[in-house]
């Protein structure tokens, strides 16, 4: 199974943008893509925690309201979308993987199981596993997996397998080969480029 990273199916097509993400299911693709909480309570998908990068703008997004980030994106022709114009387009259809970037309050946790709650192809997935935990304090059934980045050790990601409630592992290339992370039973991805400018993430146990 593949699962476009950001929605950059090739390289003619950028991050975390509608247009993206309609390419990668017109080809029979999932997606992922990064959320984060702005001002006004919405989710929009988006990498980075502040316009820096993509806008050079020192501004963060957490501090925004949507209607700003609308204008201004509009204006570069870079929209940056909500979580819920993904949802509708994926037709429920595809598999989504939904990473959280910020640490989310309870309340925006609840929130976003709410607007998922339609769409059964949706996972969650963190580098801030309290993200997840906390996720499944509120609902028990809800898909999710572990993020873990190359400075992760052995012991941690054997240690997190005891939660037989997580459904999969996003990983560090360099953890492929170790056996122990091989013999683990989870559906384990990792992310990597193919030599068509493919950025997924795949299904690799």
Not at 83 to 111: A, C, G, R, T, W
Request: contains cysteine; glycine residues 2%; positive net charge.
């Amino acid at each position: 199974m593949h699962i476009i990273h950001r929605g950059i199916v090739n390289k003619k097509f950028k991050e975390n943008l509608l247009s993206s993400f309609k390419k990668s299911f017109s080809l029979g693709f999932g997606i992922e893509t990064d959320i984060h909480v702005t001002k006004d309570k919405e989710f929009v998908c988006f990498h980075d925690f502040t316009l820096n990068r993509i806008f050079k703008k020192k501004m963060s997004i957490k501090n925004l309201n949507y209607s700003y980030i609308e204008k201004l994106s509009d204006d570069k022709n870079k929209r940056i979308p909500l979580l819920k114009d993904v949802l509708e387009i994926s037709k429920n259809k595809y598999p989504l993987f939904i990473e959280l970037k910020p640490k989310l309050s309870k309340k925006n946790l609840q929130k976003i199981i709410k607007e998922t709650s339609k769409y059964p192809k949706c996972t969650f997935i963190s580098f801030n596993h309290k993200n997840i935990f906390n996720l499944q304090k509120i609902k028990s059934n809800i898909k999710v997996g572990l993020s873990f980045s190359n400075i992760s050790s052995i012991k941690e990601i054997i240690n997190a397998s005891k939660n037989k409630k997580v459904n999969c592992y996003i990983l560090d290339k360099i953890f492929l080969n170790n056996k122990k992370i091989q013999n683990l039973k989870i559906e384990k991805y990792t992310s990597y480029y193919d030599p068509n400018w493919l950025r997924k993430i795949f299904l690799y146990n």
